[in-house]
T-cell receptor
Framework: DAGVIQSPRHEVTEMGQEVTLRCKPI?????LFWYRQTMMRGLELLIY????????DSGMPEDRFSAKMPNASFSTLKIQPSEPRDSAVYFC??????????????FGQGTRLTVV | SQELEQSPQSLIVQEGKNLTINCTSS?????LYWYKQKYGEGLIFLMM?????EEKSHEKITAKLDEKKQQSSLHITASQPSHAGIYLC???????????FGKGTTLSVSS
């Protein structure tokens, strides 16, 4: 498998614009996670899905953030409108827990977002 | 909610020296995960610990979970420049369905 695939790798946008980040999880994984990494706050869990259904979105910082998973092989994280404080690296990860409760997550390469 | 504290926040060691990174949880750990991240890249899974007192090794990296399952340590023996990066500890959330992470420890190895 190619691993978790994220696009784009880098995104520079102007404040107020809509930004869409994309993720393709590993085939067969039924959990998908979106994280945000900054120097100040570290790696924060934003939202995660199980079998395409959002389970916990309590980490989503504001209503400007939304995430969807229309099918098992694709998810998006959208920011509308974007603000400079949204600048961060956004990671997508996936796993399955069909072998037990504990299971490592596999991470994509991340999308580095810069809002100017 | 569970919180993970890592220490130190950063460290610089000379090549060949040993080092230890600690991860402390505010609650009992049911799954503790160590990851490594190189700048600009994703997280690479190193090891998972589940049982109190458990110890695992991979090449020159050893991780241990204490008996009370609230603290883990990552030890690197004879550090090399290839060990440089950010080390993050992660733990299962209360529901056991997602990983939460500490802020990471940035390791630099000088040759």
């Amino acid at each position: 498998d190619a691993g978790v695939i994220q696009s784009p790798r880098h995104e520079v946008t102007e404040m107020g614009q809509e930004v869409t980040l994309r993720c393709k999880p590993i085939s067969g994984h039924d959990y998908l996670f979106w994280y945000r990494q900054t120097m100040m706050r570290g790696l924060e869990l934003l939202i995660y899905f199980n079998n395409n259904v959002p389970i916990d979105d309590s980490g989503m910082p504001e209503d400007r953030f939304s995430a969807k998973m229309p099918n098992a092989s694709f998810s998006t994280l959208k920011i509308q409108p974007s603000e400079p404080r949204d600048s961060a690296v956004y990671f997508c990860a996936s796993n399955t827990r069909d072998r037990g409760l504990q299971a490592e997550a596999f991470f994509g390469q991340g999308t580095r977002l810069t809002v100017v | 909610s569970q919180e993970l504290e890592q220490s130190p926040q950063s460290l610089i060691v000379q090549e060949g020296k040993n080092l230890t990174i600690n991860c402390t949880s505010s609650k009992t750990l049911y799954g503790l995960y160590w990851y490594k991240q190189k700048y600009g890249e994703g997280l690479i899974f190193l090891m998972m610990l589940q049982k109190g007192g458990e110890e695992k090794s991979h090449e020159k990296i050893t991780a241990k979970l204490d008996e009370k399952k609230q603290q883990s340590s990552l030890h690197i023996t004879a550090s090399q420049p290839s060990h440089a990066g950010i080390y993050l500890c992660g733990a299962d959330n209360q529901a056991g369905t997602a990983l939460i992470f500490g802020k990471g420890t940035t390791l630099s190895v000088s040759s």
